[in-house]
């Protein structure tokens, strides 16, 4: 069973790969991108939310989210009931590239699972949901 873990992670870091070298162009490199597909699709995320969403450690997320603010990627905004947390919106340039970012990510996954019938697709989901990924 550790092949089909190790497989996992090679398909990741293959995904990852092709991502960083497709955005780097928007200056997106280092995984920046799944940043923009997650504050896109959840406007208003706290740091924290946006940081445990793309399971990075916070420490290195919250650096990452300060430097797509100064770069135009985001703004924060403090919360309306606690001032201490800033929630992280898309500016008008991460709008603008979520289409492509999120085609991109489809069409990634159409194609790793082009070879799948769609019951197995539902059973492939229903495996990977019941890793104790929490826990590592």
């Not at 162009?25 to 793309?54: H, K, T, W």
């Not at 070879?115 to 495996?127: D, F, I, N, V």
Request: hydrophobic share 40%; with cysteine.
């Amino acid at each position: 069973m550790f092949d089909v873990i190790r497989e996992i992670g090679a398909i990741t870091r293959l995904i990852q790969t092709k991502s960083n070298a497709e955005f780097r162009g928007l200056g997106l490199g280092n995984n920046a991108f799944i940043y923009v597909i997650r504050a896109c699709e959840q406007p208003g995320m706290f740091m924290g939310e946006l940081a445990d969403s793309v399971q990075i450690d916070r420490t290195t997320a919250f650096r990452t989210i300060k430097k797509m603010v100064a770069t135009g990627w985001f703004e924060l905004k403090a919360d309306a009931t606690d001032q201490r947390l800033r929630r992280v919106y898309p500016t008008k340039k991460a709008k603008a590239v979520y289409p492509r970012l999120h085609a991109f990510e489809q069409a990634q996954s159409d194609y790793l699972l082009s070879g799948l019938t769609p019951r197995e697709q539902t059973r492939l989901t229903a495996l990977v949901k019941k890793l104790k990924v929490e826990e590592l």
